[in-house]
């Protein structure tokens, strides 16, 4: 090859390449819809709130899951459950997975450079054999995004992909706060399984001082079967809350990831002051529902939201022509052991545009594919966001009634408790039957029971508002 043709030649590669260069510069659109944040599909504050201004539910959302759950033998527990629980732990594999395919993604945005080394021998017409050997860098079929489909697609993994992370710090929040929910429904377990056994002791002694008097004459046959009715339906009880706080345990090691460790299961009521969640009773009334926004899970659907407008950019991409590049540039020899000494240098160079003609609607199913589900994208955020504000409602609703419930059932139970010691000294009295003092103490169970239940609920709720509001992050 003589040095003119060689110098023409290179002179049209060049030409040839900063034409499409400035092809793609000049006519590269982004064919995707511009995106703008669907209007919050509810009520612009909760009603029933009892906390508000941005500051205070910023500082709630901020909060470290360590500082709200106070309680010494919780914090293990969490921390526990953040190293080996499966869920959070195949939510960060996810990550990793959504990151490596945003980097293919990139990847698409830039030539693959290869290297190759090729030989051929071919017969030729003169019956003698033909041989050429090359080797060098090869670029194959390297797209130009005029249209902007690759970077679309891109655009619709990063989202992905930080929809990925936004979906773990939502497992990370619900695991916190079911770990913490389970451990006060297995105190609540304690709690009953004592006070049922003080009552259990307490019905024994009942019947044990019924039978002699029965044994004497003194107490009728009636009171005596009404005493041991009372007496097996506490051990009834009692045998159902031992099912129950077992089943709770085997609840709270399924959530930690491994064997909870004897000395964390030692058998201290909540009650007796253990547990001492952060409380909200210090923050203003009027909570904006903007503060929604703060959950990972309505981030993540936004995100996904996102990811399926971009989408709709790669399948209009779709309609319009596609130009890539072919080449190579190396070295070419017909005797294999001269190539990298003396041989010659060779290129190739292959541009291509291809314009969809026919495609028997394929590109037009593709758009309204990408568009249909857009649209289901911006229907499963909205229903996000109005689970959300339920949940947080429902919290809020439960909390500004349990504290009052709280406190008339312990005014009942007090009340109960002086019913059942009055009906008791009646009866001794002779002035009442049996039946009315069986009557209080039945009662008096019964309300110490709810008052139990109704504080466990009240911290409970606390955990669930913490856990509404996006409380902690993955923190």
């Avoid at 190579?328 to 290129?347: K, M």
């Amino acid at each position: 090859m003589n040095a003119p043709f060689r110098s023409a030649t290179m002179n049209s590669i060049r030409t040839a390449c900063l034409a499409l260069c400035s092809l793609s510069l000049v006519a590269c659109v982004n064919l995707a819809p511009d995106y703008a944040p669907p209007a919050l599909p509810v009520a612009k504050q909760f009603e029933a709130s009892t906390l508000a201004e941005p500051a205070a539910s910023n500082a709630l959302q901020n909060l470290p899951a360590v500082a709200f759950f106070a309680d010494t033998r919780l914090k293990p527990l969490l921390e526990m459950a953040l190293q080996n629980n499966r869920d959070l732990r195949v939510a960060a594999l996810n990550i990793e997975v959504a990151q490596a395919q945003l980097g293919v993604r990139q990847a698409d945005l830039l030539p693959s450079v290869n290297v190759g080394l090729n030989g051929s021998r071919l017969t030729t017409a003169a019956g003698g054999i033909s041989s050429t050997y090359t080797t060098g860098l090869s670029v194959a079929a390297y797209e130009i995004d005029v249209f902007q489909r690759l970077r679309n697609l891109t655009e619709t993994a990063r989202a992905q992909y930080l929809a990925t992370e936004e979906a773990r710090k939502t497992v990370h929040i619900s695991l916190l706060a079911s770990v913490a929910s389970t451990y006060l429904a297995w105190q609540s377990d304690i709690a009953l399984l004592d006070l049922t056994q003080k009552t259990i002791g307490t019905r024994e002694a009942t019947v044990k001082l019924l039978q002699l008097r029965f044994d004497k004459g003194i107490s009728s046959l009636l009171d005596l079967r009404s005493a041991q009715s009372l007496l097996e339906s506490a051990r009834i009880t009692h045998a159902q809350l031992r099912r129950q706080k077992q089943l709770d345990e085997n609840a709270l090691t399924l959530l930690v990831g491994q064997t909870i460790p004897a000395s964390l299961l030692t058998e201290s009521s909540v009650l007796d002051g253990h547990f001492k969640p952060v409380t909200f009773d210090e923050l203003p009334v009027g909570l904006s529902s903007e503060v929604l926004l703060g959950r990972p899970d309505v981030a993540q659907s936004e995100l996904l939201l996102k990811a399926s407008n971009a989408n709709i950019g790669a399948a209009r991409a779709a309609f319009f022509p596609k130009i890539t590049l072919t080449g190579s540039l190396g070295l070419a020899s017909s005797d294999l052991t001269n190539l990298f000494r003396n041989g010659l240098t060779a290129w190739s160079f292959a541009p291509q545009i291809l314009q969809p003609i026919f495609d028997a609607g394929r590109n037009e199913s593709n758009l309204q594919i990408a568009q249909a589900n857009r649209s289901i994208a911006q229907a499963q955020y909205e229903k996000t966001v109005q689970s959300a504000f339920k949940e947080v409602s429902d919290a809020l609703i439960a909390r500004a009634t349990l504290k009052d419930q709280w406190s008339a059932q312990k005014a009942q139970t007090q009340a109960e408790q002086d019913r059942a010691q009055l009906s008791q000294l009646r009866y001794r009295q002779g002035v009442n039957s049996y039946l009315d003092a069986l009557d209080a103490e039945r009662s008096l169970f019964v309300s110490q029971q709810a008052l139990i239940q109704i504080q466990i609920q009240y911290a409970q709720n606390m955990v669930t508002l913490y856990r509404g509001l996006g409380g902690g992050g993955s923190r």
